[in-house]
T-cell receptor, first 113, second 113 residues
Framework: DAGVTQSPTHLIKTRGQHVTLRCSPI?????VSWYQQVLGQGPQFIFQ???????GRGNFPDRFSARQFPNYSSELNVNALLLGDSALYLC????????????FGPGTRLTVT | GESVGLHLPTLSVQEGDNSIINCAYS??????FIWYKQESGKGPQFIID?????DKRQGQRVTVLLNKTVKHLSLQIAATQPGDSAVYFC????????????FGKGTRLSVIA
C-alpha cells in the first residue's frame, strides 16, 4: 500500500507569492494534519482535518489555510509568503482524529527568496 | 505554553553499543507519547508509542520507558547500527482528546563505525 504522498517535493517561491501544497493520505485514513518543520527544529502543528472539517489549528497566521476533499486528500495554502515561511511542510494521516499513530509523508521543501 | 523538550541535542555512540535518548515533557494532561525517527530528507517515521498506563514498552531493538512521576521518557536502542543514525523526536498527545502532537526539538544520533 502507498504511504502518505505529498506534492511537489520541492519548490521555490518569491516573497509575496502564494503557494499550494498537496497531500494524499494512506488509504482508509480520514484525518490529515499539516506541520511546519523549520531547519533544526521539530515539526509544529498547523492544521488538522477530519471528514472535511477543521478539527484543530495551531498558532499560525491567517495567511495559512487548508481544506480537505471528499477523497480525504488535502491542500495547504499559504498567501503573501515571507522568508520565514521557508521550511519543510509535512502532512500526516491517521485513522481517526484523536491521538493515534500518525504517518508522515516525505514533506514539501519550500524555499522563499 | 507547555511543550516537550529533549535533554541532549546530539549523541554519538559506537556501533554495537546501546543508545539512550531522553525526553522531558511538561503537560501533565498528556497520556500518549510517540518516538519518531527522521532521516535526512524524509518525514518522521513512527518507531514506538506508549500510553500513560504503561511504564515500559518494547519493540524490535527499541524500548520506551515512561516515568510519569518526573515526566520523563526515554528511547533505548539496542546494538545500535549505522542505519540508526538520524534525528529522533519524542512527541506527546492526549489519546482521547482532539489535541495535536507536540514535538520536541530532536536529538541527532550519530553511530560511529
Amino acid at each position: 500500500d502507498a504511504g502518505v504522498t505529498q506534492s511537489p517535493t520541492h519548490l521555490i517561491k518569491t516573497r509575496g507569492q502564494h503557494v499550494t501544497l498537496r497531500c494524499s493520505p494512506i488509504s482508509g485514513h480520514k484525518s490529515v494534519s499539516w506541520y511546519q518543520q523549520v531547519l533544526g527544529q521539530g515539526p509544529q502543528f498547523i492544521f488538522q482535518y477530519y471528514e472535511k472539517e477543521e478539527r484543530g489549528r495551531g498558532n499560525f497566521p491567517d495567511r495559512f489555510s487548508a481544506r480537505q476533499f471528499p477523497n480525504y486528500s488535502s491542500e495547504l495554502n499559504v498567501n503573501a509568503l515571507l522568508l520565514g515561511d521557508s521550511a519543510l511542510y509535512l502532512c500526516a494521516s491517521s485513522l481517526v482524529v484523536r491521538g493515534y499513530e500518525q504517518y508522515f509523508g516525505p514533506g514539501t521543501r519550500l524555499t522563499v527568496t | 505554553g507547555e511543550s516537550v523538550g529533549l535533554h541532549l541535542p546530539t549523541l554519538s555512540v559506537q556501533e554495537g553499543d546501546n543508545s539512550i535518548i531522553n525526553c522531558a515533557y511538561s503537560n501533565s494532561a498528556s497520556d500518549y507519547f510517540i518516538w519518531y525517527k527522521q532521516e535526512s530528507g524524509k518525514g518522521p517515521q513512527f518507531i514506538i508509542d506508549i500510553r500513560s498506563n504503561m511504564d515500559k514498552r518494547q519493540g524490535q531493538r527499541v524500548t520506551v520507558l515512561l516515568n510519569k512521576t518526573v515526566k520523563h521518557l526515554s528511547l533505548q536502542i539496542a546494538a545500535t547500527q549505522p542505519g540508526d543514525s538520524a534525528v529522533y523526536f519524542c512527541a506527546e498527545n492526549t489519546f482521547s482528546g482532539n489535541t495535536p502532537l507536540v514535538f520536541g526539538k530532536g536529538t541527532r544520533l550519530s553511530v560511529i563505525a
